[in-house]
């Protein structure tokens, strides 16, 4: 007996219910898809924090005000964060490793232009240190100058959404806009950065920092400092050189209560990709599930086949058909079904995956691909070989006695 | 594994001689003291018995010998046990007790895999119910045992075929079984029967669901077997197709009561010997 005919017995069987065959490949195929796709979509969201760390900038960190989670309770005043502190951060002598300090206070204003109204979301006064730690990049215009923080002067970056919702079409740089009452002129317009969170992170206007403080929010507290260390090995070394001085200026003695609270971007990031890691999981497990359902519903369908058919089994064997060619060929009906249903599961999810799904865009594993194809097929290996069995070890005279 | 090898051969040669041994030639089937019982205790039918021992009261057994060439009828009501003995015979069934040596091969001592090589070569099972495989087309059909017996695509085509038209079905070959009349489904099963060359031909009731012209027709394909030289025992009710047979046994409740002789074992069967009284009387 040729594995070439033994396909094309189990061909011929699959054929004559075409229906039936179809609908338990459908269930091979969802898995396998869902396997392939949810996959995807779990890889794509942690590739997509993956390339917002890199976008962040490493190197960056930040000091914000206020204790960490128990840390104010101890201490005995909150002192805030000043432009003093900043300048004492940039001192090479007692801060070698960090490399630029730019003071940054935010606030929320309505930008208007034209009679367009829009909210800007993040109104941020600072350095032009700013750019580089922050990672922002102008791709009109130019940055603000370290003369126009000490002049005061009212120019601004604005991000890409920023400059379409305010301006449209029109080119920014060198216009005025109103921003909370006080006229601003746009010197450049930063690249799209793009995100995934909950705020755009292009929704942006960055001025200088006396100016923001002088229109909006006062001299008083910076609302965070930005600090760029040397190097991305340098981010721990920069870490506890802030601490250390932050400590002394803040006249703490305590480690454990501190005022301030330091944190690298990248560590953030690398909390929310661990959780993404779960999140993948999970998909991956509701996935996993899907494919064992189809398998079962193999199961059931070669049961019923081998039920039905099992008159034909007794011909077989009557006319001298050995167990290992009934369990072959009820093997091979089971394994193709696993077979084609995996392989159109495989194109089904390859073609899902090119399609944006909740704001994510899929990132095919590879490794996925190929195991889905090889759990299905192996399923129907496994899970075929039941009835095949079954089917294999009917008595001759049985079976055919069978109704 | 001896036996396993022996068929082998036997099943390669072509249409196969009957084997000279040193002595007379081995009968082609040997049954023994054989008894079939279903179910246990008082619930138990007795489907063999053979007579009854006057003294002890115990089963004997069922003592049957069908010599190379011969062609028997097993005739007896629905109950007799035919059917099982004839089951017994192809080795779809297995006795409860008893030997049963077919061409000289003790069937009872085989395993799965040994008895599926001899129901494959050395027994040509034609049923009732012609019992086709479905959706396979004639050619297919006939073609299917030499497949199980691993012969090469061209030579089981070539063989199915010279099978087919021995059977007078060389028209038919591409036809599915819901495309041929009864009598034809049933002349494509004898044709499957006899591919292999077996060494006996079993038939439970071929002629039973066909009208009288085909049972003509399969019946003249068997006797132009037998004359050819196959041993064919067949299983019937109807007097007319016992007539075809050259010896008759009768089977009443699980014993043979009647074993007639009609026609020598060497030669042609009665009906085409005396043909021309065979139709008188069988119209």
Same mark, same amino acid.
């Given at each position: ?48 924090? /993956? ?15 206020? !204790? !960490?989670?128990?840390?104010?309770? =101890?201490?005995?005043?909150? /002192?805030?964060?000043? *432009? ?7 001192? %090479?002598? =007692? ?27 993040? @109104? ?12 922002? $990049? ?34 920014? @740089?060198?216009? $005025? ?11 450049? *317009? ?32 910076? !609302? ?5 260390? $040397? ?13 250390? @001085? ?17 944190? =690298? ?20 497990? *509701? ?34 058909? %050995? ?10 009906? =089971? ?30 594993? %590879? ?19 039941? %009835? ?16 | 594994?001896?036996?396993?090898? &022996? ?14 041994? +040193? &002595? ?60 099982? #003995? ?58 299917? +045992? ?47 029967? #006899? ?89």
């Amino acid at each position: 007996m040729s594995l070439f005919q033994t396909l094309r017995f189990a061909f011929g069987g699959l054929a004559a219910n075409k229906v039936r065959s179809a609908l338990t490949m459908l269930g091979v195929l969802i898995g396998v898809a869902a396997v392939i796709v949810l996959l995807a979509v779990g890889n794509g969201s942690s590739q997509a924090v /993956k390339d917002s760390i890199e976008k962040l900038g490493t190197n960056a960190l930040t000091v914000s005000s206020g !204790g !960490g989670f128990g840390g104010s309770r =101890s201490a005995t005043a909150t /002192k805030p964060l000043t *432009v003093d502190d900043a300048r004492a951060l940039a001192d %090479p002598a =007692s801060a070698p490793h960090i490399e630029s300090v730019a003071p940054e206070t935010t606030t929320s204003q309505t930008a208007l232009y034209q009679g367009t109204s829009h909210t800007v979301s993040q @109104v941020v006064g600072t350095y032009p240190a700013y750019f580089k730690a922050s990672n922002s $990049k102008v791709t009109k215009g130019d940055y603000f100058s370290d003369d126009d923080v000490l002049g005061a002067r009212k120019v601004a970056v604005i991000g890409s959404t920023t400059a379409t919702d305010v301006f449209g079409t029109a080119d920014p @740089v060198g216009r $005025k806009m109103t921003l909370g009452g006080t006229p601003f002129t746009v010197v450049g *317009v930063l690249a799209t950065k793009g995100g995934t969170g909950f705020q755009d992170p292009d929704d942006v206007v960055v001025a200088p920092l006396p100016t923001v403080q002088n229109a909006f929010t006062g001299f008083g507290s910076l !609302g965070q400092i930005l600090v760029e260390a $040397k190097s991305a090995d340098a981010t721990t070394q920069a870490q506890d050189e802030i601490t250390t @001085v932050l400590m002394g200026r803040h006249g703490i003695k305590d480690p454990t209560a501190l005022d301030f609270r330091v944190s =690298s971007q990248a560590s953030l990031l690398t909390t929310q990709a661990d959780t993404n890691k779960t999140f993948t999981v999970l998909l991956g497990a *509701v996935a996993a599930i899907s494919l064992l359902v189809g398998g079962i519903g193999i199961t059931n369908i070669m049961l019923v086949t081998v039920t039905e058919r099992t008159r034909e089994i007794g011909i077989r064997k009557a006319i001298g058909a %050995p167990r290992g060619v009934i369990l072959g060929q009820f093997l091979a009906e =089971s394994t193709l079904l696993s077979l084609i249903g995996g392989g159109l599961g495989v194109a089904a999810g390859l073609i899902g995956s090119h399609f944006t799904i909740v704001g994510i865009k899929p990132v095919i594993i %590879p490794e996925s691909v190929v195991g889905a194809f090889a759990i299905a097929v192996a399923i129907g290996l496994f899970f075929g070989g039941y %009835p095949a069995n079954r089917a294999a070890s009917l008595r001759p005279i049985e079976a055919l006695r069978h109704e | 594994m001896t036996p396993l090898r &022996w068929s082998r051969r036997t099943a390669a040669l072509p249409e196969s001689a009957p084997e000279k041994g +040193p &002595w007379a030639p081995a009968p082609v089937i040997e049954v023994r003291s054989l008894i079939k019982t279903y179910g246990h205790g008082d619930a138990a039918v007795h489907a063999l018995s053979g007579p009854v021992d006057p003294v002890s009261g115990a089963a004997l057994g069922v003592e049957l010998v069908v010599q190379q060439g011969d062609f028997v009828a097993v005739m007896g009501s629905s109950g007799s046990g035919k059917s099982t #003995l004839m089951n017994i015979l192809g080795c779809l069934d297995v006795p409860t007790s008893g030997r049963y040596l077919l061409d000289g091969i003790h069937v009872g001592g085989l395993d799965e895999r040994q008895l599926s090589l001899v129901r494959n070569r050395k027994i040509g099972f034609v049923f009732q119910s012609f019992n086709l495989v479905p959706r396979t087309p004639a050619l297919a059909q006939v073609e299917l +045992p030499l497949a199980y017996a691993g012969v090469k695509p061209a030579e089981r085509r070539r063989r199915a075929e010279a099978a087919l038209t021995l059977v007078g079905l060389a028209d038919r070959m591409d036809h599915r079984p819901n495309e041929l009349s009864g009598g034809q489904q049933q002349r494509v099963a004898v044709a499957r029967a #006899l591919v292999t060359a077996p060494a006996m031909l079993l038939a439970d009731e071929p002629t039973g669901n066909l009208d009288s012209h085909s049972t003509e027709e399969v019946l003249a394909v068997v006797d132009r077997l037998n004359a050819a030289g196959r041993t064919v025992v067949l299983i019937t009710h109807e007097d007319e197709v016992a007539r075809h047979a050259k010896r008759v046994v009768r089977l009443v409740d699980g014993r043979i009561v009647d074993d007639v002789r009609q026609a020598p074992v060497d030669g042609p069967p009665p009906a085409m010997r005396d043909d021309a009284s065979l139709v008188g009387g069988g119209r």
